[in-house]
């Protein structure tokens, strides 16, 4: 069984994505150059509301994969923005027919969207989405944690492992997408020395992936 190819989903996914490449070519340059690193995390929220900076298609099919070969009870994901790689995710769990995915997004506008997204691919009922800071909405999840995506705020990356550390199944997976991105210096020192328990490998999808086995 493949959810990904067979409508709704496919369908909510062709459409997301074609959104997402509309959106992408007509944002203003400004949005993305200026200093984000000077105001709060909502307000970044806020000035990239209408920017959808999904995982690739490669990656997202990664996504699927990793799911559908783990087969794992929790999945939790940082940056829902409006869900195409939660669609991805939501989708494995669904055609385990085990699992279920905790997703976190700050803006209100990508809240409601992604929302109605679950609804019309058919996968709600694989979801939680929780609205809030990341950092206050992922510490509720409960353990233990079987895999893990980031795909938000980079320098948020290694505070938010850090929060989740603890609660990580032995061999639970963390995905890193943007491996590729400077700003995530810190977050791959961490995750690369040994000395921190991780088994990692850089996978090669669109701006990088780094995945994390916890050993």
């Not at 505070?159 to 400077?182: H, I």
């Amino acid at each position: 069984m493949n959810t990904l190819t067979s409508a709704p989903t496919a369908t909510v996914l062709d459409r997301l994505f074609e959104a997402a490449n509309w959106a992408e070519n007509r944002l203003p340059t400004q949005a993305f150059t200026r200093n984000l690193g000077e105001v709060s995390a909502a307000e970044k929220a806020d000035a990239l509301e209408n920017a959808y900076m999904p995982v690739s298609k490669d990656g997202c099919r990664l996504l699927y994969s990793l799911v559908r070969a783990i087969r794992p009870k929790t999945v939790v994901e940082f940056g829902t923005s409006y869900g195409i790689s939660t669609i991805h995710l939501a989708a494995g769990v669904a055609d385990n027919g085990v699992g279920h995915v905790w997703t976190t997004e700050l803006n209100a506008t990508k809240v409601a969207a992604a929302r109605q997204n679950f609804e019309d691919a058919g996968l709600a009922a694989s979801v939680t989405l929780l609205p809030g800071d990341a950092l206050e909405t992922l510490a509720t999840v409960p353990g233990p944690i079987d895999l893990v995506l980031l795909d938000g705020w980079k320098d948020l990356y290694l505070p938010l492992l850090r929060l989740l550390e603890d609660r990580l199944a032995p061999g639970a997976l963390v995905l890193a997408d943007d491996s590729a991105f400077p700003t995530m210096a810190d977050y791959l020192a961490y995750v690369r020395d040994p000395a921190h328990g991780y088994v990692t490998v850089e996978f090669p999808v669109e701006d990088g992936m780094e995945i994390s086995c916890r050993a």
